[in-house]
């Protein structure tokens, strides 16, 4: 009980503090740019109505959901694909690389070309540009699946979309998760950035105006927004994550158990 | 063999790129074909300004990332080696780390304007969480045993972190550094690209806007190459220290 | 004769040189035969295995199952792998890993909940079923995988080495399974170990194999009586006579190869001292 406590009590030991700091450290602040932490506070909920939540908020967020589920996809089922074939691996991987090399937000220009400023648009810019983790951790899991077990699927007979099912997916899925969790955090950059060049709504849109109107408690409670935005997805993510790889984590501390 | 397989991939991919305009797949106004972007890419290559937005780009990672991993060493190693801090920061720095870096963006524009501080901001701000949490990771990998024997044998604070912590960390600052080194590139030229801060990714901005179609794919295709040059170098710089760190280890042991 | 063996080779293409595995092995099974196959470590046998069971391509020779060619893991046929811990899958609990073979043969749901049920229950599993592998200890493990090739009901069962890891009461136990399992489904066996007494006290024949080159040595034929049991068989004077006739040709075996390495030289040096340290073993 104790032990819960001192816990809690150190987890929150320093964000309390730095909470202080930052309130009492601009209280009185003239500093056109740096606002009283009160003042930021006080504007957030008048910034982020209900309607502003509806019109901004949630387009961006339906924009980043489809860019990513579309790259989810087509990276795991890409990657397989390179992935179970060692020649076509050996073929596609520099180019792959060199894809992924490339900075995501450079897309933004080239795909505004082809598909203009809407939403589609912007959709396009964050599945391609999340596409790469994702597809080169699939290869990359696919790639390592353990001999022994492949072995027991073909003398099993498991073989075409149950050995898929069974064996491939889920032995690369660790390595998925980890190119998913890369591609969520250049999905956000995305979504917000693609925003920044050409949009009429959209979270990214709003903290611009907010910034170019030099509105500057506005703009700080975007900032604010965004990163709790950043934080949610992200421990939605290791939930879901820890929920789904359960057996990988089990088995890798029962391993270092051993050791 | 895998080599000569790789480069027929790249072949391919010139191949496809010059052939796609000719097929009406797409127009040409919108992915010219290989030989034009090559065209521009000479033209680049020519020019001056080029050579100083390359430059300027190159200025901004190197900077970024040498603050982002001095810091990101000195934080992860007092917290790692300080039970009591680390218990105290580990909250705030999972708290911290999703925050997308270009929530700065506006921040950074009404700061510093168009000036390479914005693109230092971003840069530092994103590469800093990579070898921060990376160091950490190093840190708690410590044998208990060594650090007992050290201890026991009378070695100080500063030789502990020396010759204990240090070597068992230096793999995973590596680590960090590699993916440190990928990210500064990648916000140096999103932050050029947003803000207009001088560099590879505002010649892009104003290469689309002047509607240079050839030289845009041109110079996005300048950046890939940064980006997988960087992670080549980076990666044989990991490789390099790390055998000479095993050689060094082994001596010791002899 | 069941499945048959003809003039088995098989050479390794190697990244520096190719290492030969098997020179020329030459054996059948009948229906219903309980084969152990012996021989030192890195002689082979996994390799030979493998050929059997169409997971490996041989260089030379070839495989038939009653009268076919075998070019493929035929049907009815199930493998214990020695690599026990690596052949379950971690992101299945173990009834899972028992099910999925039955599963994928289109057995119904009901008659498989059964054969699961059974065959956990026959290897002292039958309160593990929800457990991950990883949760379980190395010979739980590889009774899981024991369990799963049972419960797939397979006409020809081929083990390799599947009690390595298994401590010696619980071994005694899963040796009495395996002949009981053998009596009563008539399936026909073949053991892989490098244990002696083990292959003498399983077999109806053992077939010896020597290494460096891989051929069989003798086959053995072993006149014990039907039942067997710890007890009685191991203190049998038949029993320990087979056993040091197994031994002696073993060693046998293991002199000459060394002969041979030591008179060409360095080729295969690697493989001479582990047949040394496996000679310690025995
Ligand atoms: N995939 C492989 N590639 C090359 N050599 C191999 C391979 N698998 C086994 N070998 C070699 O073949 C020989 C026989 O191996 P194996 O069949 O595993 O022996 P056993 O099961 O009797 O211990 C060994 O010398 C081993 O090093
Ligand atoms: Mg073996």
């Not at chain 1, 597809?135 to 072995?151: F, I, P, Q, Y």
């Not at chain 2, 780390?97 to 901001?121: C, D, F, K, N």
């Not at chain 2, 024997?149 to 960090?176: D, E, I, K």
């Not at chain 3, 046998?45 to 050929?51: F, S, V």
Request: charged residues 15%; glycine residues 8%.
């Amino acid at each position: 009980m104790t032990n819960l406590l001192t816990r809690i009590g150190l987890a929150l030991a320093l964000p309390v503090v730095l909470f202080a700091a930052w309130w009492f450290g601009t209280e009185g602040s003239d500093n056109f740019y740096v606002p009283p932490l009160r003042e930021i506070l006080r504007t957030f909920p008048e910034v982020w109505t209900g309607e502003r939540i509806r019109a901004d908020v949630l387009p961006s967020l339906i924009r980043l959901a489809a860019g990513y589920t579309v790259a989810v996809f087509a990276g795991v089922c890409l990657g397989v694909l390179v992935g179970s074939r060692r020649r076509v691996r050996a073929v596609l991987e520099p180019v792959l690389e060199f894809f992924r090399a490339i900075p995501p937000p450079v897309l933004v220009p080239v795909i505004m070309l082809f598909a203009g400023i809407g939403d589609t648009m912007k959709v396009v810019v964050i599945a391609a540009g999340c596409v790469w983790p994702i597809l080169l951790n699939t290869v990359e899991g696919v790639r390592a699946v353990d001999g022994v077990l492949a072995d027991t699927c073909r003398s099993y007979g498991i073989t075409g979309p149950a050995r898929l099912r069974h064996l491939v997916l889920r032995s690369a899925s660790p390595q998925i998760a980890a190119g998913m969790r890369q591609a969520l955090s250049i999905g956000i950059i995305l979504m917000v950035i693609s925003e920044m060049f050409a949009a009429s709504n959209g979270l990214g849109f709003t903290i611009v105006q907010f910034q170019r109107s030099f509105a500057i408690p506005d703009m700080w409670s975007g900032i604010l927004l965004l990163g709790l935005l950043g934080l949610a997805l992200s421990v939605l993510f290791r939930l879901a994550e820890s929920r789904a790889l359960a057996w990988y984590h089990g088995q890798r501390r029962a391993q270092r158990g051993l050791r | 063999m895998p080599a000569i397989l790789g480069l027929s991939g790249l072949a391919g991919l010139l191949l496809l790129v010059e052939v796609l305009p000719y097929t009406g797949v797409v127009s040409a106004d919108f992915l010219p074909p290989t030989h034009r972007i090559a065209a521009a890419l000479v033209d680049e290559v020519a020019e001056g300004a080029f050579w100083s937005a390359l430059w300027d780009t190159l200025v901004a990672w190197a900077v970024g990332l040498a603050i982002a991993v001095a810091a990101g060493i000195a934080a992860g190693i007092v917290i790692g080696a300080v039970p009591l801090l680390r218990a105290l920061t580990a909250s705030t720095i999972e708290f911290l780390r999703p925050i997308p870096s270009v929530a700065m963006i506006p921040l950074a524009v009404l700061l510093y304007g168009t000036e390479i501080q914005s693109t230092l901001m971003l840069v530092v701000y994103a590469s800093f969480w990579q070898v921060l949490i990376q160091v950490l990771y190093g840190v708690q990998d410590v044998d208990p045993v060594a650090e007992e024997t050290a201890r026991s044998y009378g070695l100080g604070a500063w030789a502990r972190v020396r010759y204990v912590l240090w070597p068992t960390a230096l793999p995973y600052v590596m680590t960090g550094v590699r993916l440190a080194a990928a990210v500064a590139l990648v916000l140096a030229i999103t932050a050029e690209l947003v803000i207009g801060a001088p560099g590879l990714g505002s010649r892009i901005a104003v290469a689309q806007s002047s509607n240079a179609v050839p030289n845009m794919y041109a110079l996005i295709a300048v950046t890939g190459l940064l980006g997988v040059g960087i992670n080549l170098a980076a990666r044989g710089v990991e490789r390099l220290l790390l055998s000479w760190h095993q050689s060094v280890r082994g001596e010791v042991l002899v | 004769m069941l499945l048959d063996v003809r003039g088995l080779k098989k050479v390794y293409e190697g990244r520096q040189r190719p290492v030969e595995a098997i020179r020329d092995l030459t054996f059948g099974l009948d229906a219903g035969d309980l084969v152990c196959l012996v021989g030192p470590s890195g002689c082979g046998k996994t390799t030979l295995l493998k050929c059997m069971a169409g997971l490996l391509a041989p260089t030379e020779g070839e495989v038939r199952l009653r009268d076919k060619r075998i070019t493929g893991p035929p049907p009815g046929m199930a493998v214990v792998f020695q690599e026990y811990g690596r052949s379950l899958f971690p992101w299945m609990s173990v009834r899972d890993n028992v099910e999925l073979p039955l599963r994928n043969k289109g057995i119904a749901r009901r008659q498989r909940q059964d054969l699961v049920a059974q065959a956990l229950a026959v290897v002292g599993l039958a309160d593990a079923h929800h457990a991950y592998p990883w949760q379980l200890s190395g010979g739980m493990q590889q009774r899981v995988a024991i369990a799963r090739a049972v419960a797939y009901q397979p006409d020809v069962l081929l083990m390799d080495e599947p009690f390595a890891a298994v401590d010696a009461q619980t071994r005694a136990d899963l040796e009495d399974l395996i002949r009981d399992l053998w009596r009563k489904l008539g399936v026909t066996i073949l053991f892989v170990t490098h244990d002696i007494d083990e292959a003498v006290y399983l077999g109806q024949r053992v077939i010896i194999l020597s290494s460096s080159p891989t051929v069989v040595r003798e086959v053995l034929g072993v006149d014990l009586p039907e039942r067997r049991d710890q007890l009685t068989t191991r203190s049998d004077s038949r029993f320990t006579e087979l056993r040091a006739h197994v031994y002696a040709q073993i060693q046998a075996a293991k002199r000459e190869s060394m002969e041979i390495l030591a008179t060409f030289g360095r080729a295969g040096s690697g493989k001479s001292s582990r047949s040394q340290s496996e000679a310690k073993s025995v």
